[in-house]
């Protein structure tokens, strides 16, 4: 009777048509990586709301909320890296794949690292990664905490980039992401309208964390669309 009404439900959910279907706007805001998303829009249409990683308002707007507004970090990651070698990326509280994944297709040069603490999402990211056939990815199950031990130990090499969203406000999250980076690295915050309250409430843990130079930006999400906002912190 339950699985029954598990597929009567993902029938449903699936007829849910999303507002920016078919817009000319995916691929002027994706362009190479809109085949990719197209396969990753489809698994979070069938599965997303079911598996826990959405919720049932996002349904009709999935390419606004979760992939065009996850992409719209791309351009100050570009910027970030111009001129270093590596092009290291990690996403903390990768969850869903926002922004990581989206950043991952969009980013096929630059090497993208999820990390994610949640059994059930890291299964998720293997799924999409697969799916979407991602070569550039690594998915580290685990705190941002153990990543960086590994860092500090140098076991692994420290991050030019870090990026996270819907994760922790400022005054956890400078811990949790800071210390990942290199020298003068940069955290890249996707965050709400609250940014630079958060920010305020924050700078003491950014200072401790090793953060210098904080700075809130509307970030474009595409033509006619809400822009979001990111939070940039520099590594000293």
Not at 37 to 48: I, N, S
Not at 164 to 184: D, E, Q, S, Y
Not at 192 to 203: D, I, R, T
């Amino acid at each position: 009777m339950e699985a029954n009404l598990d597929k009567k439900y993902e029938e449903n959910t699936q007829k849910i048509a999303d507002e920016l279907e078919g817009s000319p706007l995916l691929n002027e805001v994706l362009g190479e990586a809109l085949e990719k998303c197209k396969l990753f829009h489809v698994k979070l249409q069938q599965e997303g709301l079911i598996r826990g990683l959405i919720g049932p308002r996002d349904m009709n707007i999935l390419w606004e909320r979760h992939i065009l507004n996850s992409a719209a970090v791309v351009p100050f990651i570009k910027e970030a890296i111009v001129g270093r070698k590596n092009k290291r990326v990690a996403d903390v509280g990768s969850g869903g794949g926002f922004p990581g994944l989206v950043l991952a297709a969009c980013l096929p040069d630059y090497d993208v690292t999820l990390i994610e603490p949640m059994e059930r999402r890291v299964d998720w990211l293997r799924e999409c990664v697969a799916l979407m056939k991602l070569k550039n990815v690594t998915i580290f199950h685990g705190r941002s905490d153990e990543v960086i031990d590994k860092v500090k130990s140098h076991e692994i090499p420290a991050f030019d980039v870090v990026t996270c969203r819907a994760v922790a406000p400022m005054t956890k999250l400078a811990g949790w992401t800071i210390p990942l980076l290199n020298k003068h690295g940069k955290l890249i915050a996707l965050k709400g309208k609250s940014a630079q309250a958060e920010v305020e409430k924050a700078v003491k843990m950014i200072r401790k964390a090793g953060g210098i130079d904080t700075h809130v930006f509307e970030a474009p999400v595409a033509s006619g669309l809400q822009p979001t906002t990111v939070v940039i912190v520099n590594k000293a």
